[in-house]
Nanobody, 120 residues
Framework: QVQLVESGGGSVQPGESLRLSCAAS????????MYWYRQAPGKQREVVAG???????TYADSVKGRFTISGDNAKNTVYLEMNSLKPEDTAVYYC??????????????WGQGTQVTVAS
């Protein structure tokens, strides 16, 4: 069974930082592609960053230079370091994988999401 468990969300002020974590189980992490998506109220879900193992990354233009995605194969965990946060970064952040392993969906497997709120 594939499980993705996000943590690290919270409320911060503009300019501050947060680090999100996504612990994966039931997948071969080193052979899986990991993404962070976000969805703000009234908006469509959008991709924020991607980690294509063994180390290629991709970012949305809106977060380039501020956010960093990384992975720890030993911990089966993907991180999203978010710096210089802006109010427009406020959203529910979701971990998603196109994974390798039993239980992996061809349409992707999703975590439950974690709320990030950036406000003065």
């Amino acid at each position: 069974q594939v499980q993705l468990v996000e943590s690290g969300g919270g409320s911060v002020q503009p300019g501050e930082s947060l680090r999100l974590s996504c612990a994966a189980s039931g997948i071969i992490f080193s052979m899986s592609t990991m993404y962070w998506y976000r969805q703000a109220p009234g908006k469509q879900r959008e991709v924020v960053a991607g980690l294509i193992n063994p180390g290629s990354t991709t970012y949305a233009d809106s977060v380039k230079g501020r956010f960093t995605i990384s992975g720890d194969n030993a911990k089966n965990t993907v991180y999203l370091e978010m710096n210089s946060l802006k109010p427009e970064d406020t959203a529910v952040y979701y971990c998603m994988t196109y994974c390798t392993g039993n239980g992996c969906s061809t349409s992707g497997n999703w975590g439950q999401g974690t709320q990030v709120t950036v406000a003065s």
